[in-house]
Nanobody, 114 residues
Framework: QVQLVESGGGLVQAGGSLRLRCATRGIAISLATMGWYRQFPGKERELVAALTGGGLTNYAGSVKGRFTISRDNAENTVYLQMDSLKPEDTAVYYC????????WGQGTEVTVSS
């Protein structure tokens, strides 16, 4: 059974950092393209970072240079390192596949204060 569990969110001041963690089960993350998404209140989820099975990364323009997606294949875990956080990064963050997706997890809330 596929499972995605996000964690690591919290309250941080602008300019600070957080590292989000996505523990997966039932997914070969070394082969899949995995992504981190975020959702603002009243908006649809948007993809902010993607990592292919071959190790290529892609980022939304709003986070490029500040966020880094990575994975630990042995731990079946996908990470999102978020640096230089801004109040506009405040959202609920989720991980899932890109292209092929599974049941969404509960997400982890990130709040950046000014």
């Amino acid at each position: 059974q596929v499972q995605l569990v996000e964690s690591g969110g919290g309250l941080v001041q602008a300019g600070g950092s957080l590292r989000l963690r996505c523990a997966t089960r039932g997914i070969a993350i070394s082969l899949a393209t995995m992504g981190w998404y975020r959702q603002f209140p009243g908006k649809e989820r948007e993809l902010v970072a993607a990592l292919t099975g071959g190790g290529l990364t892609n980022y939304a323009g709003s986070v490029k240079g500040r966020f880094t997606i990575s994975r630990d294949n042995a731990e079946n875990t996908v990470y999102l390192q978020m640096d230089s956080l801004k109040p506009e990064d405040t959202a609920v963050y989720y991980c899932n596949g890109v292209g092929r997706q599974w049941l969404w997890g509960q997400g982890t809330e990130v709040t950046v204060s000014s």
